[in-house]
């Protein structure tokens, strides 16, 4: 399958779609906000944002065919970003429900068992736990936008990387090879986020076909 020069915003019936496309637009991205396994196998790269319960958002990729889509393209290379639950999602599963996740990464969703206000709402820091391409140009400790009440836990510590401190330090964000999803908003957070979204622009248009593109 031809690629073509176009961001896929995965639509399931939920999540602040009309925001991530506008800060996408923003940067220069064209955008297709679509529920289409094709279309979504055709864009050059996959952009999946969240908002609300595990279990609805995993119902409403079910219902829409695109389960097993959705880990093919990851698995053959297609850039993805995962915003909120679009991070959450990649997991086996989460304490907030019973669906099981997409399972791309072995680990858990645990909600905060701390004192501080939950859910989380507002700015915090961001620290780098190793060198990526998506965070490139983005200062240390920058300050992002977070909603959520629920973090990832990961088995494989070496895909972690950011952490946060909220009551204690948590993983914020996830890089492994085409893969990087946050639990902040980078298109809430102002310049850093949109710098966020500019490199991944640039590695969808450095990023070789995908696995499945090649077998076309």
Known sequence: MKLIDMIALIDYGMG??????????????????????????????????GVGA?????????????????????????????????????????EEGQELGLGIFPGQVVRFDHNLNIPQIGWNQVWPNQPVPHL????????????????????????????TEYG???????????????????EKSQGAGLKLLENFKQLTQVTPPSKIDEQE
């Open 54 to 94: 595990f279990d609805d958002c995993m119902q409403g990729l079910r219902d829409r065919g695109l389960l097993n889509p959705l880990r093919e393209l990851i698995a053959g290379g297609k850039p993805y970003l995962g915003i909120c639950l679009g991070l959450q999602m990649l997991f086996e599963h989460s």
């Open 168 to 186: 204690y330090e948590f993983c914020s964000a996830v890089h492994q090879d085409n893969v990087f999803a946050c639990q902040f908003h980078p």
């Open 16 to 49: 602040n779609l009309g925001s991530v496309e506008k800060a996408l637009q923003c940067v220069g991205c064209s955008t297709a906000i679509t529920s289409s396994p094709q279309q979504i196998e055709e864009a050059s790269g996959i952009v999946l944002p």
């Open 136 to 163: 490139a140009g983005i200062s240390l400790g920058s300050w992002f936008y977070f909603v959520h009440s629920y973090y990832v836990k990961p088995a494989d510590q070496s895909i972690v990387a950011t952490t």
